[in-house]
């Protein structure tokens, strides 16, 4: 048998928050724990990294000035731990084995994060969810799951959104938008294309990380972009 592949799948808090753009709903919960038990089933070894956005981001809640940038990021990293913990929940009531890994100390509540002890879970077939982003402040959690990509030697990272991957020109606005299929790190750091901050995408350069931009809310879609079904929708930085 083969290496088994290991995928850093990376949602946005707000994916998690459906319509109404704030807190979790767990319908959205169920449906992306289901597409997780798919890959785990297939034999792929998966972490993952949920943003914080559907609950506070440190740059909204540090706009009046009241609230200093660093603590509204400190908030930001512990949204991602509720985050976490609600996607920990949903992936052990499918019945996928899963552990929380926060990179601030929390250990009433779930593991520190120690990339051995990840790299072992994971070999085992279990679940990782990286909370609380990279610790620091001024970062981001696309960053944080670049950097855990690298970390755990995944094969790639799988931007999980709303669309089916980066297109040439808004796709809402414009009926005659071409989905790119390849692009590389330095198109995908241009202004007008938002495949993550420059900082992910530097980092994903540096250590030849591919990064592929999918759908998340089609059934079905992250196992075949994975396998690399022909007529899987996706769009590869690299
Ligand atoms: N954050 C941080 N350091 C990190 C990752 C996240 O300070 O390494 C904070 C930051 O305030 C950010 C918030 O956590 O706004 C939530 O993360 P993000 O905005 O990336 O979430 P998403 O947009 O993916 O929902």
Redesign the pocket.
């Known amino acids: 048998m083969g290496k088994r592949k290991r995928v850093l799948v990376?949602?946005?808090?707000?994916?998690l928050a459906g319509s109404t753009g704030f807190g979790i709903d767990n319908s959205i919960l169920k449906f992306i724990a289901d597409e997780i038990k798919e890959l785990v089933s297939h034999d792929i070894e998966v972490g993952i990294v949920?943003?914080?956005?559907?609950?506070?981001?440190?740059?909204?809640?540090a706009r009046d000035g009241i609230i200093k940038r660093t603590s509204?990021?400190?908030?930001?990293?512990l949204?991602?731990v509720i985050n976490s913990i609600a996607m920990r929940e949903a992936l052990e009531h499918t019945g996928v084995d899963v552990r929380v890994q926060s990179?601030i100390k929390m250990e009433a509540i779930c593991e520190t994060f120690i990339v051995g002890r990840a790299q072992r879970h994971l070999e085992k077939g279990r679940v990782v969810i990286f909370a609380?982003?990279?610790?620091?402040?001024?970062?981001?959690?696309?960053?944080?799951a670049t950097l855990r990509a690298i970390e755990i030697n995944s094969d790639m990272i799988i931007k999980a959104t709303k669309v089916d991957g980066v297109y040439d020109k808004d796709p809402a606005k414009f009926s005659d938008a071409v989905l790119l299929k390849t692009l590389s790190y330095k198109d995908a750091m241009q202004d007008d294309i938002k495949v993550m901050d420059d900082t992910s995408i530097a980092l994903a350069q540096d250590n030849k990380l591919p990064i592929l931009v999918c759908n998340m809310f089609k059934k079905g879609n992250l196992l075949s972009i994975i396998n690399g079904d022909d007529d899987a929708l996706y769009s590869i930085v690299k």
């Open positions: 990376k949602f946005s808090g707000e994916a949920i943003g914080g956005g559907n609950i506070i981001r440190g740059v909204s809640a509204g990021d400190h908030m930001g990293m949204a991602t990179a609380a982003g990279t610790g620091n402040p001024f970062f981001t959690t696309d960053t944080a």
